[in-house]
């Protein structure tokens, strides 16, 4: 769960998270660690080395909804990943797409990453990932990669998108040999 649960979506309310996080500072260095809501735990934002992992919205559960319902649910998240490449495409230009496939491949076998595709996995965001940059945008210095993604960990999970903001390239990483 993340601090997001109940909260409706927004294509404005997504968009200002990620430009909000634009300008912020990203650590240098150091361990990867997550935030949660001080009163329930809930995650809010995971920190790394050069790059900020934040939840942006996140569905109802959907434990003990199939068919037709699950169809539905499945639906209105993709329109709303839709929605916000959309609106960041006609801001920063058409996005690429970066196949989360190897790293899926890596994390199963156990082989290492390198972050933030480390991160990714461990926090299951494993939705393929819409990527803009480099931008300037609110950070004149520094430029920044955003990267957008649809997840869920599994078939009762609720969706959850996310967005990842790096200091580094957000490069696909090669498949394995």
Known sequence: ????????F??????ADIRAH????????????SEGEPATGEWTV????????????????LTGVYGRAWNDAEAAAEAH???????????????RT??????LFAHRTGDPLPEPF???????????LRVWGPLHENAPATPRWVAVSLNQSDGD?????TALISDRPIKALDAPA
Do not use: N, Q, Y
């Not at 927004?10 to 968009?15: L, N, Q």
């Not at 970066?98 to 790293?103: I, N, W």
């Not at 480390?118 to 393929?128: V, Y």
């Not at 999970?157 to 998108?161: G, L, N, R, S």
């Open 1 to 8: 769960m993340t601090s997001r649960a109940g909260e409706p």
């Open 10 to 15: 927004t294509t404005d309310g997504a968009a």
């Open 22 to 33: 634009l300008s912020a500072a990203l650590p240098p260095s150091g361990p990867t660690t």
């Open 46 to 61: 995971t920190r790394g080395e050069g790059f900020v992992l934040l939840p942006l919205w996140e569905s109802a559960a």
């Open 81 to 95: 990943l839709t929605a916000l490449v959309t609106e960041l495409d006609r801001r920063w230009g058409p996005h």
């Open 98 to 103: 970066v196949s989360m496939r190897a790293a």
């Open 118 to 128: 480390h991160t990714l996995t461990s926090k299951d965001c494993h939705g393929d």
């Open 157 to 161: 999970a609720p969706f959850i998108m």
